[in-house]
Protein backbone atom coordinates (compact mmCIF):
# COMPACT_ATOMS: atom_id res chain seq x y z
CA UNK A 1 0.00 0.00 0.00
CA UNK A 2 1.18 3.26 -1.10
CA UNK A 3 0.51 5.87 1.28
CA UNK A 4 0.35 9.68 1.58
CA UNK A 5 3.54 10.48 3.46
CA UNK A 6 5.49 8.99 0.39
CA UNK A 7 4.43 12.18 -1.63
CA UNK A 8 7.24 14.37 -2.59
CA UNK A 9 6.77 16.70 -5.15
CA UNK A 10 8.44 15.95 -8.79
CA UNK A 11 10.78 18.02 -10.86
CA UNK A 12 8.69 21.11 -12.05
CA UNK A 13 9.12 21.40 -15.63
CA UNK A 14 7.49 24.83 -17.06
CA UNK A 15 7.63 24.40 -20.59
CA UNK A 16 5.42 27.77 -21.95
CA UNK A 17 3.26 25.90 -25.37
CA UNK A 18 0.14 27.79 -24.97
CA UNK A 19 -1.51 25.02 -23.18
CA UNK A 20 -2.82 25.04 -19.71
CA UNK A 21 -6.03 25.38 -17.28
CA UNK A 22 -8.20 28.36 -17.87
CA UNK A 23 -10.68 29.33 -15.00
CA UNK A 24 -13.80 30.34 -16.85
CA UNK A 25 -15.03 33.90 -15.71
CA UNK A 26 -17.89 33.19 -14.15
CA UNK A 27 -16.38 30.00 -12.26
CA UNK A 28 -15.20 30.41 -8.27
CA UNK A 29 -11.59 30.13 -8.03
CA UNK A 30 -10.01 26.57 -8.82
CA UNK A 31 -9.04 25.06 -5.64
CA UNK A 32 -6.74 22.65 -6.74
CA UNK A 33 -2.54 23.28 -6.48
CA UNK A 34 -1.57 24.37 -9.48
CA UNK A 35 1.49 25.55 -7.60
CA UNK A 36 2.68 22.15 -7.36
CA UNK A 37 1.68 20.62 -10.63
CA UNK A 38 1.31 23.47 -13.69
CA UNK A 39 -0.88 21.66 -16.41
CA UNK A 40 1.72 21.14 -19.29
CA UNK A 41 0.82 19.89 -22.92
CA UNK A 42 3.20 17.19 -22.40
CA UNK A 43 1.76 16.12 -18.73
CA UNK A 44 -1.85 16.33 -19.76
CA UNK A 45 -0.68 14.35 -22.69
CA UNK A 46 0.71 11.51 -20.46
CA UNK A 47 -1.81 12.27 -17.63
CA UNK A 48 -4.39 11.27 -20.87
CA UNK A 49 -2.85 8.20 -21.75
CA UNK A 50 -2.62 6.31 -18.45
CA UNK A 51 -6.57 7.57 -18.20
CA UNK A 52 -7.17 5.40 -20.61
CA UNK A 53 -4.80 2.46 -19.93
CA UNK A 54 -5.81 -0.53 -18.54
CA UNK A 55 -2.57 -1.44 -16.95
CA UNK A 56 -2.99 -0.02 -13.65
CA UNK A 57 -5.88 -3.08 -13.20
CA UNK A 58 -4.06 -6.31 -11.67
CA UNK A 59 -5.45 -8.14 -14.49
CA UNK A 60 -5.29 -5.26 -17.44
CA UNK A 61 -8.81 -4.83 -17.92
CA UNK A 62 -10.25 -1.70 -16.49
CA UNK A 63 -9.39 1.56 -16.89
CA UNK A 64 -10.47 4.87 -15.53
CA UNK A 65 -12.09 5.23 -18.70
CA UNK A 66 -14.00 1.94 -18.12
CA UNK A 67 -15.90 4.00 -15.60
CA UNK A 68 -15.95 7.69 -16.59
CA UNK A 69 -17.13 7.95 -20.09
CA UNK A 70 -16.94 11.57 -21.77
CA UNK A 71 -19.86 10.78 -23.45
CA UNK A 72 -22.04 11.37 -20.77
CA UNK A 73 -19.56 14.05 -18.71
CA UNK A 74 -17.04 11.04 -17.22
CA UNK A 75 -19.97 8.96 -15.69
CA UNK A 76 -20.83 5.19 -15.61
CA UNK A 77 -24.21 5.21 -17.44
CA UNK A 78 -23.79 1.54 -17.85
CA UNK A 79 -24.21 0.16 -14.45
CA UNK A 80 -26.18 0.91 -11.51
CA UNK A 81 -23.10 0.21 -9.51
CA UNK A 82 -20.15 0.33 -11.20
CA UNK A 83 -18.24 -2.76 -12.25
CA UNK A 84 -14.42 -3.46 -11.80
CA UNK A 85 -11.96 -6.45 -12.73
CA UNK A 86 -13.57 -9.95 -13.12
CA UNK A 87 -16.71 -8.31 -13.25
CA UNK A 88 -16.86 -7.70 -9.29
CA UNK A 89 -19.92 -5.09 -8.60
CA UNK A 90 -19.36 -2.31 -6.64
CA UNK A 91 -21.04 -0.59 -3.85
CA UNK A 92 -21.49 2.59 -5.69
CA UNK A 93 -22.00 4.14 -9.16
CA UNK A 94 -19.02 6.15 -10.02
CA UNK A 95 -20.01 9.87 -10.50
CA UNK A 96 -18.98 11.93 -13.07
CA UNK A 97 -15.45 13.48 -13.54
CA UNK A 98 -16.20 17.25 -14.34
CA UNK A 99 -14.56 20.45 -13.03
CA UNK A 100 -12.57 18.68 -10.67
CA UNK A 101 -10.16 21.99 -9.91
CA UNK A 102 -13.09 23.71 -8.12
CA UNK A 103 -14.03 21.20 -5.63
CA UNK A 104 -12.76 20.74 -2.16
CA UNK A 105 -13.76 17.09 -1.73
CA UNK A 106 -14.41 13.48 -3.96
CA UNK A 107 -16.21 10.43 -3.98
CA UNK A 108 -19.91 10.04 -2.10
CA UNK A 109 -18.47 10.02 1.37
CA UNK A 110 -15.82 12.83 1.02
CA UNK A 111 -12.68 10.33 1.58
CA UNK A 112 -10.03 11.80 -0.29
CA UNK A 113 -9.59 15.87 -0.49
CA UNK A 114 -6.94 16.80 -3.22
CA UNK A 115 -7.29 15.66 -6.89
CA UNK A 116 -4.00 14.02 -6.96
CA UNK A 117 -4.65 11.30 -4.92
CA UNK A 118 -8.42 10.15 -7.00
CA UNK A 119 -6.62 7.90 -8.73
CA UNK A 120 -5.44 5.53 -5.53
CA UNK A 121 -8.31 4.31 -4.56
CA UNK A 122 -9.73 2.99 -7.64
CA UNK A 123 -5.82 1.08 -8.11
CA UNK A 124 -6.07 -0.28 -4.64
CA UNK A 125 -9.97 -1.24 -4.28
CA UNK A 126 -10.42 -5.09 -4.67
CA UNK A 127 -13.70 -4.38 -6.03
CA UNK A 128 -12.30 -2.12 -8.75
CA UNK A 129 -8.85 -1.92 -10.45
CA UNK A 130 -7.61 -4.76 -7.34
CA UNK A 131 -3.57 -3.95 -7.58
CA UNK A 132 -0.83 -2.19 -6.00
CA UNK A 133 0.35 1.11 -7.05
CA UNK A 134 4.03 0.11 -6.30
CA UNK A 135 3.17 -2.48 -9.22
CA UNK A 136 1.67 -0.19 -11.63
CA UNK A 137 4.51 2.17 -11.16
CA UNK A 138 6.74 -0.94 -12.18
CA UNK A 139 4.67 -1.95 -14.99
CA UNK A 140 4.70 1.63 -16.34
CA UNK A 141 8.56 1.48 -16.43
CA UNK A 142 9.04 -1.71 -18.26
CA UNK A 143 6.95 -0.37 -21.01
CA UNK A 144 8.52 1.44 -24.35
CA UNK A 145 6.13 4.43 -24.18
CA UNK A 146 5.44 5.66 -21.02
CA UNK A 147 8.93 6.46 -19.88
CA UNK A 148 9.70 8.94 -22.68
CA UNK A 149 6.66 10.58 -22.07
CA UNK A 150 7.66 10.75 -18.41
CA UNK A 151 11.03 12.80 -19.76
CA UNK A 152 9.05 15.17 -22.03
CA UNK A 153 6.42 15.78 -19.18
CA UNK A 154 8.22 16.00 -16.19
CA UNK A 155 12.22 16.51 -17.32
CA UNK A 156 13.34 12.88 -16.19
CA UNK A 157 12.19 9.31 -17.39
CA UNK A 158 12.24 8.00 -14.00
CA UNK A 159 8.17 6.52 -13.56
CA UNK A 160 7.50 7.14 -9.80
CA UNK A 161 3.91 7.37 -7.91
CA UNK A 162 4.30 11.48 -7.62
CA UNK A 163 4.88 12.10 -11.45
CA UNK A 164 2.41 9.21 -12.18
CA UNK A 165 -0.40 10.77 -10.11
CA UNK A 166 0.38 14.21 -11.23
CA UNK A 167 0.05 13.51 -15.02
CA UNK A 168 -3.18 12.04 -14.17
CA UNK A 169 -4.03 15.37 -12.18
CA UNK A 170 -3.18 17.53 -15.39
CA UNK A 171 -5.89 15.43 -17.26
CA UNK A 172 -8.50 15.53 -15.12
CA UNK A 173 -8.41 19.45 -13.68
CA UNK A 174 -8.66 20.29 -17.81
CA UNK A 175 -12.37 18.45 -17.69
CA UNK A 176 -13.77 21.94 -16.78
CA UNK A 177 -17.25 21.86 -18.46
CA UNK A 178 -18.64 25.43 -18.56
CA UNK A 179 -20.31 25.69 -21.67
CA UNK A 180 -23.65 24.54 -21.36
CA UNK A 181 -26.55 27.12 -23.19
CA UNK A 182 -26.86 28.16 -19.42
CA UNK A 183 -23.94 29.61 -19.04
CA UNK A 184 -24.30 31.42 -22.47
CA UNK A 185 -27.27 32.68 -20.91
CA UNK A 186 -25.40 33.39 -17.69
CA UNK A 187 -23.17 35.68 -19.42
CA UNK A 188 -25.14 37.71 -21.49
CA UNK A 189 -24.54 35.73 -24.94
CA UNK A 190 -27.62 33.33 -25.49
CA UNK A 191 -31.57 33.66 -24.05
CA UNK A 192 -33.14 30.84 -22.61
CA UNK A 193 -36.89 29.79 -22.89
CA UNK A 194 -39.51 30.75 -21.37
CA UNK A 195 -40.30 27.15 -19.54
CA UNK A 196 -36.67 27.20 -18.90
CA UNK A 197 -36.72 30.47 -17.41
CA UNK A 198 -39.70 29.35 -15.43
CA UNK A 199 -37.59 26.16 -14.29
CA UNK A 200 -35.02 28.35 -13.45
CA UNK A 201 -36.78 30.46 -10.76
CA UNK A 202 -38.20 27.29 -9.06
CA UNK A 203 -35.34 25.23 -9.31
CA UNK A 204 -33.69 29.05 -7.10
CA UNK A 205 -36.65 28.41 -5.04
CA UNK A 206 -36.68 25.16 -4.02
CA UNK A 207 -33.43 23.17 -5.44
CA UNK A 208 -30.39 25.76 -5.18
CA UNK A 209 -29.95 25.64 -1.05
CA UNK A 210 -28.28 22.77 -1.70
CA UNK A 211 -27.36 22.86 -5.61
CA UNK A 212 -25.70 26.20 -5.25
CA UNK A 213 -23.40 28.40 -7.24
CA UNK A 214 -21.65 27.49 -10.96
CA UNK A 215 -20.48 24.01 -10.21
CA UNK A 216 -24.15 23.73 -8.80
CA UNK A 217 -23.21 22.00 -5.45
CA UNK A 218 -22.34 23.64 -2.12
CA UNK A 219 -19.81 20.42 -1.82
CA UNK A 220 -21.72 19.74 1.55
CA UNK A 221 -22.51 15.92 3.12
CA UNK A 222 -26.47 15.40 3.17
CA UNK A 223 -29.26 12.86 3.65
CA UNK A 224 -31.62 13.15 1.14
CA UNK A 225 -33.78 10.42 2.44
CA UNK A 226 -33.31 7.73 0.77
CA UNK A 227 -33.50 5.41 3.40
CA UNK A 228 -34.41 4.84 7.38
CA UNK A 229 -31.76 2.45 7.83
CA UNK A 230 -28.19 2.84 5.99
CA UNK A 231 -26.62 -0.28 4.14
CA UNK A 232 -24.05 1.87 3.19
CA UNK A 233 -23.20 4.30 5.87
CA UNK A 234 -21.69 7.54 3.61
CA UNK A 235 -20.07 10.13 5.21
CA UNK A 236 -20.40 8.14 8.46
CA UNK A 237 -17.95 5.52 7.15
CA UNK A 238 -15.51 8.38 6.87
CA UNK A 239 -16.27 10.05 10.16
CA UNK A 240 -18.03 7.07 12.12
CA UNK A 241 -20.05 10.01 13.47
CA UNK A 242 -24.00 8.64 13.62
CA UNK A 243 -24.87 12.14 12.83
CA UNK A 244 -23.13 11.82 9.53
CA UNK A 245 -25.00 8.02 8.86
CA UNK A 246 -26.99 7.95 5.38
CA UNK A 247 -25.21 11.41 3.95
CA UNK A 248 -23.19 11.89 0.32
CA UNK A 249 -22.15 14.55 -1.19
CA UNK A 250 -24.52 16.77 -2.99
CA UNK A 251 -23.42 16.18 -6.81
CA UNK A 252 -23.25 18.74 -8.88
CA UNK A 253 -25.89 19.25 -11.68
CA UNK A 254 -24.18 20.04 -14.65
CA UNK A 255 -24.91 17.69 -17.44
CA UNK A 256 -26.92 15.78 -15.12
CA UNK A 257 -29.54 14.72 -17.78
CA UNK A 258 -26.57 12.80 -19.27
CA UNK A 259 -25.46 11.08 -16.32
CA UNK A 260 -28.05 8.43 -15.01
CA UNK A 261 -28.13 6.70 -13.19
CA UNK A 262 -28.50 9.17 -10.15
CA UNK A 263 -27.62 8.91 -6.27
CA UNK A 264 -24.85 6.88 -4.62
CA UNK A 265 -26.30 3.68 -5.81
CA UNK A 266 -27.91 4.49 -9.09
CA UNK A 267 -31.32 4.07 -7.96
CA UNK A 268 -33.27 6.46 -9.61
CA UNK A 269 -32.95 5.97 -13.69
CA UNK A 270 -34.55 8.80 -14.56
CA UNK A 271 -34.77 12.73 -13.51
CA UNK A 272 -38.78 12.00 -13.28
CA UNK A 273 -37.62 9.48 -10.72
CA UNK A 274 -35.18 12.14 -8.70
CA UNK A 275 -38.34 14.55 -8.17
CA UNK A 276 -41.16 12.36 -7.60
CA UNK A 277 -38.73 11.24 -4.83
CA UNK A 278 -38.07 14.78 -3.13
CA UNK A 279 -41.65 15.06 -3.42
CA UNK A 280 -43.23 11.87 -2.71
CA UNK A 281 -40.20 9.46 -1.42
CA UNK A 282 -38.64 11.37 1.53
CA UNK A 283 -38.23 9.26 4.73
CA UNK A 284 -37.36 9.85 8.29
CA UNK A 285 -33.96 8.80 10.06
CA UNK A 286 -32.31 10.79 12.77
CA UNK A 287 -29.67 12.23 10.04
CA UNK A 288 -32.10 13.69 7.43
CA UNK A 289 -31.19 16.86 6.21
CA UNK A 290 -33.07 19.90 7.93
CA UNK A 291 -33.89 21.20 4.57
CA UNK A 292 -36.63 18.08 4.04
CA UNK A 293 -38.38 18.24 7.53
CA UNK A 294 -41.60 19.88 7.70
CA UNK A 295 -45.08 19.52 8.19
CA UNK A 296 -44.50 17.08 5.29
CA UNK A 297 -41.00 15.75 4.06
CA UNK A 298 -39.58 16.37 1.25
CA UNK A 299 -39.79 19.27 -1.29
CA UNK A 300 -43.81 20.00 -2.70
CA UNK A 301 -43.11 19.77 -6.51
CA UNK A 302 -46.65 19.61 -8.54
CA UNK A 303 -46.66 18.02 -12.09
CA UNK A 304 -45.91 21.33 -13.74
CA UNK A 305 -43.21 22.59 -11.59
CA UNK A 306 -41.28 19.18 -12.35
CA UNK A 307 -41.56 19.35 -15.83
CA UNK A 308 -39.95 23.30 -15.05
CA UNK A 309 -37.34 22.28 -13.87
CA UNK A 310 -36.49 19.49 -16.16
CA UNK A 311 -36.62 21.93 -18.62
CA UNK A 312 -34.52 23.92 -16.86
CA UNK A 313 -31.64 21.58 -16.16
CA UNK A 314 -31.49 20.58 -19.79
CA UNK A 315 -29.62 24.33 -20.21
CA UNK A 316 -27.33 22.36 -18.00
CA UNK A 317 -26.03 20.03 -20.70
CA UNK A 318 -22.38 20.63 -22.32
CA UNK A 319 -22.57 19.34 -25.59
CA UNK A 320 -19.04 21.03 -26.46
CA UNK A 321 -17.35 19.30 -23.67
CA UNK A 322 -18.93 16.05 -24.13
CA UNK A 323 -17.57 15.83 -28.12
CA UNK A 324 -14.08 17.75 -27.09
CA UNK A 325 -11.29 15.92 -29.30
CA UNK A 326 -8.65 17.32 -26.65
CA UNK A 327 -9.91 14.73 -24.47
CA UNK A 328 -10.58 11.81 -26.85
CA UNK A 329 -8.15 8.61 -26.28
Not at 129 to 145: F, I, Q, Y
Not at 219 to 246: H, K, P, W
Amino acid sequence: MWSCNDFQEPEKVVIDNGFGFVKPEHFPEPSYTFSNNEVTKEGFNLGKALFFDPIFSRDGTVACSSCHDQTVAFADPQHRLSIGIEDRVGVRNAPQMTNLAFMNNFFWDGGVIHVDFIPLNAIENPLEMDEETSEVVVKLRNTETYPPMFAKAFGTDSVSTPRMLHALSQFMVMLVSADAPYDQYRLNKAELTNLQLQGLDIFEEKCASCHSGQLFTDQSFRNNGLDSEFEDLGRGVITEDENDFGKFRVPSLRNVMLTKPYMHDGRFSSIEEVLAHYNEGVVFSESLDETLKGERLGIALTDDERLKIAAFLETLTDTNFISNPTFFK
